[in-house]
């Protein structure tokens, strides 16, 4: 959607490798969130970013860690990934309605 | 931990007929918000209602909540072939900090 996207898309990762997903903003919104969605689980908070280098854990934030270093971008990080985190990673941003404004995801798969 | 619980999992209906999901929530919130998802796709915000309301519409959408049971409908009138998604709610409770707990979702299908 207009104002935030993600890259990439789509990943194939070996198991063990580090991984990184990048969320950008043109909103200039202070809010900025990674999700991801399962099926069984819909969509869980993995971290979440209140402002520059202003970051904190969301339901499921083991194995993941986020950087913050501009308003724009928000990075989310697989130290090492793992089968388990084969997932759509979603980044939303939360408007000035109070309600997210959603990327597009990025499908993730861990071999 | 789910706060938000969608129910039913799926529906399916014909073009034309009403859809009715229902969600349930634990904790006191500050409002509750519905989502839509077309398949492959990002989630879409639909309508936001507060915690001090008790309906609200926005088109063919009817969002109704009670506190007192902790519960919400989405009513979506004289559905479309293209109202087929899925369809979640998403609480933003007290003491959250502003952040949504989604529900696993309804996945509507509207046949022609």
């Known amino acids: 959607d207009a104002g935030i996207t993600q890259s990439p898309r789509h990943k194939v990762t070996e198991t063990g490798t580090p991984v990184t997903l990048r969320c950008h903003q043109t909103e200039n919104h202070r809010y900025m969130y990674w999700y991801r969605q399962d099926p069984g689980h819909g969509l869980r908070l993995i971290h979440y970013?209140?402002?520059?280098?202003?970051?904190d854990k969301g339901e499921v934030s083991d194995g993941y860690s986020v950087s913050r270093s501009k308003t724009e971008d928000f990075l989310l990080t697989l130290e090492s990934a793992t089968s388990s985190q084969t997932s759509v990673y979603f980044c939303a941003i939360q408007g000035d309605f109070n309600g997210y404004t959603f990327g597009s995801g990025t499908r993730l798969t861990v071999v | 931990s789910q706060q938000g619980e969608e129910d039913p999992q799926a529906l399916s209906i014909q073009e034309g007929e009403n859809a009715t999901m229902n969600c349930s929530y634990k904790?006191?919130?500050?409002?509750l918000q519905w989502y839509r998802q077309n398949s492959g796709r990002g989630l879409v915000h639909l309508i936001l209602?507060?915690?001090?309301?008790r309906e609200k519409h926005s088109g063919r959408l009817r969002v109704t909540l009670d506190t007192s049971k902790k519960s919400s409908s989405l009513l979506i009138t004289a559905s479309r072939a293209a109202d087929t998604a899925s369809y979640f709610c998403a609480t933003d409770s007290r003491g959250s900090q502003g952040n949504l707990i989604f529900g696993k979702g309804t996945k509507l299908s509207v046949k022609p």
């Open positions: 970013s209140y402002g520059v280098k202003d970051t």
């Open positions: 209602i507060r915690s001090n309301e």
């Open positions: 904790t006191s919130i500050n409002n």
